[in-house]
């Protein structure tokens, strides 16, 4: 930080060489100023500054206006060290996406284009995005994530985008889900994996488990909720938890999981799933290999794990008053 304060000291002399009076805005806020005008500098541009440091303005090779509360709040809530590369990758963006027909930092123009897709959390890992996206865990593998954009043209809002927002990321992941519910109708197609009853939900983008708050829409969902698969954003398969049979139907809806995820082109997870009461959990259920022979090994949630104990001494199996 050696370098922001030299920086922030010149600014801070007047001409004649005499300390100006103390600035009153917060020093955070003038450190990430002069970090501002280095990295512009950088890219080419020199940079103006409005009075109430709420916008900048690149002057370079093109005039870009750049919003600011966003950035920070987001620098407000990182460490000075992540500074540069959060302020290089915001102005480097603002810039890659100049041409784009609306400002993302404009809730009022982008929110009917809001939507949320599935991630899956290694992946976010591994390519370095946790803290370049807006979402929310669904499961400890799977990750909702906000975007701006409908269809192919879709991209994840950044947080110093949805930092600019008059929402909190909860209430932004929220209005992106409404879109979906509003926008987009799933198809439904029944279908028999070896005698276990399921039903596929696909729909036209990324948005597919957007619908599973809204299943109701769709099927009958009993009192123990579903098993549900996500091979790929666009699709759901699920089968109602109601009788002991769930247990060959987790077998059989992992073998599809898999088949469907090594397959396609825009995969997901292969693993499956339990929807209950609008929360969605992982059943860890692992393809075994041993003695030339491959066996599933399922470790099901403990409340999972209750419901399959209580179908197991229901009389008939079945649902309740069966």
Known sequence: MRLFRRHRDRRAETSSGTPA????????????????????????????????G????????????????????????RSREDWPMLVSE?????????????????????????????????????????????????TADLVEVLTVGYGP??????????????VTAAQALDLALDNAWQDELLSVTAGDLDGVAVLRLTGPTSCAAAHLRR??????????GV????????????????GIDVVRAIERMRLLAQREFERGADPLSPQVYWWHRGRLALIRADLVSQEG???????????????????AVRPGGGAPGS
Do not use: K, M, N
């Open 21 to 52: 009076r103390t600035p009153s805005r917060p020093i955070e806020d003038v450190d990430l100023d002069s970090l501002l005008g280095l990295v512009a500098d950088s890219l080419g541009y020199t940079c103006s500054f409005a009075s109430d």
């Open 54 to 77: 709420g916008t900048l303005v690149l002057s370079g090779p093109r005039e870009v206006t750049v919003r600011l509360a966003g950035l920070r709040a987001e620098a407000a809530r």
């Open 90 to 138: 915001h102005l480097s963006h603002t810039l890659a996406t100049v041409d784009e027909p609306l400002d993302a930092c404009d809730l009022a123009q982008v929110r009917p284009l809001l939507r949320t897709r599935i991630q899956r959390d290694d992946d976010l890992v591994s390519g370095g995005a946790p803290g370049r996206v807006v979402g929310r865990h669904l």
């Open 153 to 166: 043209a879709g991209r994840p809002v950044r947080p110093e985008e949805a930092g600019c927002w008059p």
């Open 215 to 224: 299943l109701g829409d769709y099927l009958p969902v009993p009192a123990d």
């Open 227 to 242: 098993l549900v698969v996500l091979p790929d954003p666009a699709t759901l398969v699920v089968h109602p938890v109601e």
């Open 293 to 311: 022979q491959t066996r599933l090994v399922v470790a099901p949630p403990p409340e999972f794990a209750r419901v399959l104990a209580a179908l």
